[in-house]
């Protein structure tokens, strides 16, 4: 016998927002987990799914993604030192009300608006846009109110690593070279101390 799911202790009303208005027949559920993943790499994938760019109907006017469940949101990691650098601008309508928040502070704030922000910024901007933010859920932690649904776990392309540049290689390939003949020279000065001190065994 299965498992019961657990129940959705956060503000369930936010949770199911907007989902009378989306056309649920024949979507997919699926659903990313966002625990040890790089914020851009994450969302650029979410953004995809969002898009309907995974499938062979995909068209740039017509809305056919698929629904985006994400979780752990609080535990989403960035590269370099994003986490105190990046800054979040807004204004508030009055003069010099420019406000800022870095990233951070959001993180602690709320983190589920990190992502939200980030894969926002990757759409295009039209009258697509509302349907699609509507279609992506991001909640903090592990739980989530969709266990009726059939969900399905994203599982993320491997990370495709930049060749390296040719003077960077040559550096390598020099450092290499220089580790293995030191390490010969070492080997080299051990064996003739071995040698000298089995001789000076042998005349004593």
């Not at 508030?92 to 992502?115: A, N, S």
């Not at 960077?168 to 003739?192: G, H, T, V, Y």
Request: charged share 35%; glycine share 6%.
């Amino acid at each position: 016998m299965a498992a019961a799911a657990p129940a959705f202790t956060g503000n369930l009303k936010k949770a199911l927002a907007g989902l009378r208005r989306i056309n649920l027949d024949g979507l997919r559920w699926r659903v990313f987990d966002a625990k040890g993943q790089v914020l851009g790499r994450l969302a650029s994938q979410i953004a995809v799914v969002l898009q309907g760019k995974d499938k062979p109907t995909y068209a740039p006017h017509v809305e056919n993604g698929d629904m985006c469940i994400v979780l752990n949101a609080k535990d989403i990691s960035v590269t370099g030192r994003k986490m105190t650098d990046k800054i979040y601008y807004w204004h508030t309508g009055y003069i010099g009300h420019l406000k800022e928040r870095r990233l951070k502070d959001q993180m602690e704030r709320d983190p589920t608006e990190v992502i939200r922000k980030a894969v926002m910024r990757m759409l295009p901007r039209n009258r697509l846009r509302d349907d699609r933010d509507r279609k992506l859920r991001i909640f903090s932690g592990n739980e989530h109110p969709f266990h009726d649904r059939p969900l399905e776990p994203f599982v993320m392309p491997p990370r495709q690593v930049r060749e390296m540049r040719p003077r960077a290689r040559r550096a390598l390939i020099r450092a290499q070279k220089k580790e293995q003949a030191n390490r010969a020279a070492a080997e080299s000065a051990k064996d003739e101390e071995d040698g000298k001190t089995g001789k000076a065994e042998v005349t004593v």
